[in-house]
C-alpha cells in the first residue's frame, strides 16, 4: 500500500530566509503524481505545486520549489524568502488512480 | 464561481443522532472524496467516489456512508455519530482520480460528537 510520511511536525524559519520541508512516499508503481497543500489558519485547502512523477525536472511555482528525487522517493518542497503569509500547515499527497493519499502535515511557522 | 460548497461549517451533535453533512461541486467533475482531518494524523480518506453509483472505501469507512445519486452532490452520512468521530471533514472533487488534476476543497465542517 502506498504511503506518504511527513517526518517534520513543526518547522519554524526567520522571514525572508529559506526553508525545505521533507516528505517521502513509498510506491511500486512508476507513473503518479505528487502534490503539495497548503491550509493556513482560515483551513482553506490550496493547491501550491504539483510534480509529474513521469518528469525529471523539478517543478516551481513563483517562490515555491521541489526537489523530486524518484529512484529515493523523495519530494521536498523548497520556499524562499519565506513570507509572513507562508505560516500554515502543509501536505504533501500522493495521487495514483482513485486514491489520493496525504501525509500528516508539516506546521510551518513564519518568525518576523 | 468554481467551487465546492460543504454544509455545515460546524455541527455539534450527541452521539447516536443521524446526520448529514452536504457536499455539492459545480465544475462538472467525476471525482468526489470524503477525508477527515486529525490533529496528528493529517489527512485521511473517508470514501470516495469516480462517478455517479460508483462509490468506494478509503482508509476509514467505518461508521460512514455515502452516496453519489447525481454527479454534483455527494453527501457524507453519519448513522449513528459516537465521540471519536469527532473531527474537521473536507469534501473534495476534481476531473479525475488517477490523473494528477487539482483537488478542489470545500470550506470543512468541524463536527463535535458528544
Known amino acids: 500500500a502506498q504511503t506518504v510520511t511527513q517526518s517534520q511536525p513543526e518547522m519554524s524559519v526567520q522571514e525572508a530566509e529559506t526553508v525545505t520541508l521533507s516528505c517521502t512516499y513509498d510506491?511500486?508503481?512508476?507513473?503518479?503524481?505528487l502534490f503539495w497543500y497548503k491550509q493556513p489558519p482560515s483551513r482553506q485547502m490550496i493547491l501550491v505545486i504539483r510534480?509529474?512523477?513521469?518528469?525529471?525536472q523539478n517543478a516551481t511555482e513563483n517562490r515555491f520549489s521541489v526537489n523530486f528525487q524518484k529512484a529515493a522517493k523523495s519530494f521536498s518542497l523548497k520556499i524562499s524568502d519565506s513570507q509572513l503569509g507562508d505560516a500554515a500547515m502543509y501536505f504533501c499527497a500522493y495521487d495514483r488512480d482513485d486514491k489520493i493519499i496525504f501525509g500528516k502535515g508539516t506546521r510551518l511557522h513564519i518568525l518576523p | 464561481e468554481a467551487q465546492v460548497t460543504q454544509n455545515p461549517r460546524y455541527l455539534i451533535t450527541v452521539t447516536g443522532k443521524k446526520l448529514t453533512v452536504t457536499c455539492s461541486q459545480n465544475m462538472n467533475h467525476e471525482y468526489m472524496s470524503w477525508y477527515r482531518q486529525d490533529p496528528g494524523l493529517g489527512l485521511r480518506q473517508i470514501y470516495y467516489s469516480m462517478n455517479v453509483e460508483v462509490t468506494d472505501k478509503g482508509d476509514v469507512p467505518e461508521g460512514y456512508k455515502v452516496s453519489r445519486k447525481e454527479k454534483r452532490n455527494f453527501p457524507l452520512i453519519l448513522e449513528s455519530p459516537s465521540p471519536n468521530q469527532t473531527s474537521l471533514y473536507f469534501c473534495a472533487s476534481s476531473l479525475g482520480g488517477g490523473l494528477g488534476e487539482k483537488l478542489f476543497f470545500g470550506s470543512g465542517t468541524q463536527l463535535s460528537v458528544l
Open positions: 510506491t511500486s508503481e512508476s507513473d503518479y503524481y
Open positions: 510534480q509529474e512523477a513521469y518528469k525529471q
